[in-house]
């Protein structure tokens, strides 16, 4: 089998004027639900624009496939994300149904995992605490000044190469103080996710007391819960205590 019939999914495409579905990514979005049959044997995907309502097909384009890359959360706002790249240089972003409608193109199309140097994966473990939490002061004094009314930014990601060179700059090159030249909220908050999630050597409530924090939430008495809490946060080192109050305190204000 060579052809092998694809699912619905969203594609987001600029629009250029024309009848096809040609895209360059980047610009201006607007979606469309499409059809797709892909050929392994020719690697061309013929895409059929498709209304819901009516079941009627419309337009149709073929693309001849070179490269099919799944998208991380953090470069576009959307979940279930893959782009696909054509023989004449085209981009389109796909949106597919559900996690599983996505495996299924992927595999489909022989797509995957998008790759990025990761400039602090080899250094994770050389950077200081201190370090780490003048970052999060700096990025939480930052959004603070920039104003915490903007709808969004720790859902909608920030641009993945300013938020990269952000973090290479402050840890790299030592500059802690950098993200207080940046004005781009959603690139700050997406950085302050990167330091919990990629750059601490283990989570913020630690390894240690994990099991701990599981039991304190075991109970169905309230004021129970709150005190078995209270114990097990005073256990956490002090710096791992500063900084989850630090941040408590500033995703309420949120």
Not at 72 to 90: H, L
Not at 226 to 247: A, E, G, H, M, R
Request: glycine share 4%.
């Amino acid at each position: 089998w060579y052809q092998r019939r694809v699912r619905e999914a969203v594609v987001s495409t600029q629009s250029t004027g024309s009848s096809g579905i040609n895209a360059e990514y980047g610009k201006q979005w607007y979606q469309r639900r499409v059809r797709g049959e892909y050929s392994s044997k020719n690697k061309t995907l013929t895409l059929r624009t498709y209304n819901q309502t009516n079941g009627r097909i419309g337009n149709v384009d073929q693309i001849n496939v070179t490269t099919v890359i799944k998208k991380r959360i953090e470069e576009i706002p959307r979940r279930f994300c893959f782009q696909v790249t054509s023989a004449d240089g085209k981009v389109l972003v796909f949106q597919a149904l559900s996690e599983d409608d996505l495996k299924n193109w992927m595999e489909i199309m022989e797509g995957k995992e998008a790759h990025y140097a990761e400039p602090m994966q080899s250094a994770k473990l050389r950077v200081p605490q201190e370090m780490g939490m003048e970052f999060v002061k700096n990025c939480i004094s930052k959004l603070s000044t920039l104003g915490l009314r903007e709808q969004g930014i720790y859902r909608v990601s920030g641009a993945q190469t300013k938020m990269m060179k952000l973090i290479s700059v402050s840890f790299e090159e030592k500059n802690i103080n950098a993200v207080l030249d940046i004005d781009d909220i959603k690139v700050i908050a997406s950085s302050l996710k990167y330091y919990f999630r990629e750059i601490l050597p283990e989570p913020l409530l630690t390894f240690k007391l994990h099991e701990d924090f599981l039991d304190a939430m075991k109970t169905e008495d309230r004021d129970q819960k709150i005190t078995n809490l209270k114990n097990v946060v005073s256990q956490l080192p002090k710096t791992n205590y500063d900084c989850l109050k630090l941040l408590i305190k500033h995703l309420n204000d949120v």
